[in-house]
């Protein structure tokens, strides 16, 4: 057992003379190898990657881990001394290069940046090898986010350029992340949750999401079947509707829009949601709020009528793709009323015929208590929404897309699909003339 200790001890003292003394890392994996044949050290480092072969791991694992609890308690209270805590880094750098899943090391990992035993910038780039061979450590990421705010919290206020840096350099590990893993939700988590927070900081936020829908864009091209990165996108579809740091139209989009809808390209943008939706209720509302509702409404035509369409062309029938044209849809139909200042109610659950007088709730959730009587509804004429070229708009490009999809094909999951989302718009959604 000795003799396993001090060959533990060796290669982690390895490990860590290789992150102190180089900042170009690039990955770090574990190489298949049942014992140590050319009886030489299973560490392996060459172009700046690091490998580690898979014979030591159990020796070097259960020796860190021994140590690590043993002195747990006493780095909580406080009571090692500095070179005592400097030496457990290369103990938790082997642990969590292994298996990063467990919170404790992390904890300790924070414990030591506290005490400025670890520096911020080197224990990024030791997450960032941990995220190369783990890429859906959500400890990993959740640690990353804590080093980041400590960094956040010393920038000075008129410090524009630091915020930039870090969103790039965060943006490519998110990347790199979500390459390693399909529908990776914790890297893309991580990807919104960076946004938010350092992005904002950023000088030109409407430049870093403009970006980001392009990233976006490319990303659904390439990875049509990851939810995940639908979800991001709507995410950035909500950000341009809400935030106040967007204050311009985005030309491309729409451009875009009024082309394939042959609209008339106005002078001013906000005249395509007159001749749209007709005349609306955003006078007297601050310029970047106008814009923002531009925004939105080009961003969701765009998506319905090019990038959904060019998707299900060339990949029919993915389910993500259907779930992201409901969105598309709902958020159409929904923005439309507050357009208007109307309120919008979803309908009964998809699948029930009696759609009025039945299960009708609000937005929010909220709806009638149960036992409660309903009132009993009827159809009346066409609201202004109804009544308006977007929506008629609407009704024919679904009716069309349903109609391809389920001539095109004999498969019956996929007719499946094209039969739910009919049932969807009808008894959700509520369009009746489907």
């Known amino acids: 057992m000795e003799d396993d200790n001090s060959m533990s001890e060796r290669i982690l003292r390895t490990l860590e003379t290789i992150f102190n003394t180089d900042p170009e890392l690039k990955e770090f994996s574990i190489i298949p190898a049942d014992v140590n044949t050319k009886n030489k050290s299973p560490v392996l480092y060459e172009e700046h990657n690091i490998g580690l072969e898979s014979w030591c791991i159990k020796h070097i694992y259960r020796y860190a881990y021994l140590e690590l609890f043993e002195v747990r308690k006493l780095l909580a209270k406080k009571k090692l001394s500095f070179c005592k805590e400097r030496s457990l880094n290369h103990l938790l750098t082997g642990v969590l290069l292994i298996n990063p899943d467990v919170s404790t090391f992390w904890n300790m990992k924070r414990e030591l940046v506290e005490n400025e035993v670890l520096s911020v910038t080197n224990e990024l780039l030791f997450t960032k090898m941990v995220l190369t061979y783990k890429s859906k450590s959500n400890e990993a990421f959740a640690y990353r986010r804590w080093l980041l705010r400590r960094i956040l919290a010393k920038i000075q206020e008129n410090d524009m350029q630091t915020p930039q840096n870090l969103l ?23 990807r919104i949750w960076c946004i938010d927070t350092i992005g904002s900081r950023v000088s030109n936020f409407s430049n870093v999401i403009f970006n980001e829908l392009e990233f976006s864009h490319r990303w659904l091209s390439e990875h049509v079947s990851e939810h995940t990165s639908y979800h991001f996108r709507q995410y950035l579809f909500n950000t341009v509707k809400k935030s106040k740091n967007i204050t311009n139209i985005y030309e491309f989009y729409y451009n875009q829009v009024v082309k394939i809808l042959r609209l008339v390209n106005e002078n001013d943008p906000s005249d395509i949601l007159t001749f749209l939706l007709g005349k609306e209720k955003l006078h007297g509302k601050p310029l970047e709020e106008s814009n923002n509702f531009v925004n939105f409404f080009c961003l969701l035509l765009f998506d319905l009528f090019n990038t959904v369409e060019i998707l299900n062309s060339v990949y029919p029938n993915h389910e993500s793709i259907w779930y992201h044209r409901r969105y598309l849809l709902y958020h159409l139909i929904k923005t439309s009323y507050e357009y208007h200042d109307l309120v919008f109610k979803i309908g009964g659950k998809v699948g029930e015929v009696p759609l009025y007088g039945t299960n009708i709730v609000n937005l929010d959730g909220s709806g009638f208590s149960e036992g ?39 498969i019956f999951y996929e007719l499946e699909l094209a039969k739910r989302y009919e049932k969807w718009l009808k008894f959700v959604v509520r369009m009746e003339d489907i």
Do not use: G, R
Request: aromatic share 8%; charged share 25%.
């Open 372 to 410: 409660e009587k309903q009132p009993k509804l009827f159809k009346s004429q066409p609201n202004k929404v109804e009544s308006s070229l977007l929506y008629q708009t609407l009704i024919k490009s679904e009716v069309e897309f349903i109609k391809k999809n389920s001539t095109q094909s004999s």
């Open 168 to 190: 790039e350099n965060e943006l490519s590990v998110c990347e790199m992340a979500a390459n390693k893993n399909s529908n990776n939700y914790h890297a893309w988590t991580h």
